[in-house]
Structures are given as structure tokens and as C-alpha cells.
């Protein structure tokens, strides 16, 4: 199993930037696609997806987010973080299944 | 608007049977692959079953197959996840999901399903 590999946990202040990372122990690129999706999830609600094949924004997400990388190393952006951003971020591949998930990212406020 | 509804969960003893049912509205539901992923606070997410458009391709995960079968009705608009055997590990809450480009775009509520005797 391809296995995603996030920090539990990261502090930014109100109208920074943030950056979270995801990294595979296993190339989850192809020759056309980097297999990579990012998800937001808030307490006591469903995961929403954010992010798709690494870098392109999912329907009625707003362009503060942003997602990058390649191969292994993969990284979700917000910028500028906003009090309604306050949640887990979770990275999924889907270059091999089974499909997996990141341990998630809690994005708090310093 | 895309909306998934699941029912069916609650509390079961282990090995018996559950099934879950996932109405879907606001998309052409036939037009999109399906699938069901859990979360537990210790295990966080986890994909469990996919199901291809026309439901002839399914995919499992190795601790569920043979136990779960996933199935859709595109004359009904709903997919099922039939949950056989089923063992304390398997307590979580289950979330139905359209499955598109290798993501999963809309997300049901969840449905809670525990394992306990």
C-alpha cells in the first residue's frame, strides 16, 4: 500500500500563509497525471474535496487555496488563511489502490 | 445541486449482517463511478469499495473482500454497501462519495455503524 505521510499538526496566524505537506513512500505521478487530491474536513462534517490531480481547484473552492508537487512530495497552500479555514486536511492518492489517505493536518491558529 | 443520503447504519453484533443504502440526487447518476469510505478516530479514512458506472467493476479493499459487496441501482439512483461477517474493526462511520477521476468529489453525511455484542 502506497502510504501518505502528513504532520499532525500546524499553527499559522489569521492572513498568513499556510503550507501542508503530504509526501508517498511511493511515486503516485504518471507520464500525464500527478494522482494526488487534497480534502478539508471540519469538526463533526464530511471531508470536501479541495483539490484534484495535485494543482487543480475542485468546483466552488476559493482561489486562497492552491496545491503543488509532483512524484512524491506534495503541498497544499492557503493563502491568505482565513478563521473559516480552521479544520484537518487529509492528502489522497490515487495512483494504485487500494485508495489511501493522509493521517491529516489540523490547521490551527497561532 | 449533488446530494447523497445514506442510511441503514446502527449497532450490529459481530457476524452478523448490515446493509447500507446511499440515495444520490442533483447529477446524472449513472454517469459516475460510486464508493463508500470509512472513518474511525484511530484508523482516520479509509477507502472501503468502488463501483464502476455501470456497476460491473467493483474494487475492495483486502480487509473487507469477500465480506462487503458493493452494488448501485441506476434505475433508483441509490448504491448499497452490503456488510457480511462483520467484526469490531469495522465500527466507523461510513460516508457514500462520488467517485470521479480518482476523487471523491461530494461527500454524503455519514452513517454511524458499530460493532459490539
Known amino acids: 500500500d502506497i502510504v501518505l505521510t502528513q504532520s499532525p499538526a500546524l499553527a499559522v496566524s489569521l492572513g498568513q500563509r499556510a503550507t501542508i505537506s503530504c509526501r508517498a513512500s511511493?511515486?503516485?505521478?504518471?507520464?500525464?497525471?500527478?494522482?494526488m487530491h487534497w480534502y478539508q474536513q471540519k469538526p463533526g462534517q464530511q471531508p470536501k474535496l479541495l483539490i484534484y490531480?495535485?494543482?487543480n481547484l475542485a468546483s466552488s473552492i476559493p482561489a486562497r487555496f492552491s496545491g503543488s508537487g509532483s512524484g512524491t512530495d506534495f503541498t497544499l497552500t492557503i493563502n491568505p488563511v482565513q478563521a473559516d479555514d480552521i479544520a484537518t486536511y487529509y492528502c489522497?492518492?490515487?495512483?494504485?489502490?487500494?485508495?489511501?489517505f493522509g493521517s491529516g493536518t489540523k490547521l490551527e491558529i497561532k | 445541486e449533488v446530494q447523497l443520503v445514506e442510511s441503514g447504519g446502527g449497532l450490529v453484533q459481530p457476524g452478523r449482517s448490515l446493509k447500507l443504502s446511499c440515495a444520490a440526487s442533483?447529477?446524472?447518476?449513472?454517469?459516475?463511478?460510486m464508493a463508500w469510505v470509512r472513518q474511525t478516530p484511530t484508523k482516520g479514512l479509509e477507502w472501503v469499495a468502488s463501483?464502476?458506472?455501470?456497476?460491473?467493476?467493483?474494487y475492495y479493499r483486502d480487509s473487507v473482500k469477500g465480506r462487503f459487496t458493493i452494488s448501485r441501482d441506476n434505475a433508483k439512483n441509490t448504491q448499497y454497501l452490503q456488510m457480511d461477517s462483520l467484526r469490531s474493526e469495522d465500527t466507523a462511520t461510513y460516508y457514500c462519495?462520488?467517485?470521479?477521476?480518482?476523487?471523491?468529489?461530494?461527500w454524503g453525511q455519514g452513517v454511524m455503524v458499530t460493532v459490539s455484542s
Open positions: 463501483i464502476s458506472t455501470g456497476g460491473g467493476n467493483t
Open positions: 490531480d495535485a494543482s
Open positions: 462519495a462520488r467517485w470521479r477521476r480518482g476523487a471523491f468529489d461530494y
Open positions: 511511493q511515486s503516485v505521478s504518471t507520464s500525464s497525471y500527478n494522482l
Open positions: 442533483g447529477f446524472t447518476f449513472s454517469n459516475y463511478g
Open positions: 489522497q492518492q490515487s495512483r494504485e489502490l487500494p485508495l489511501t
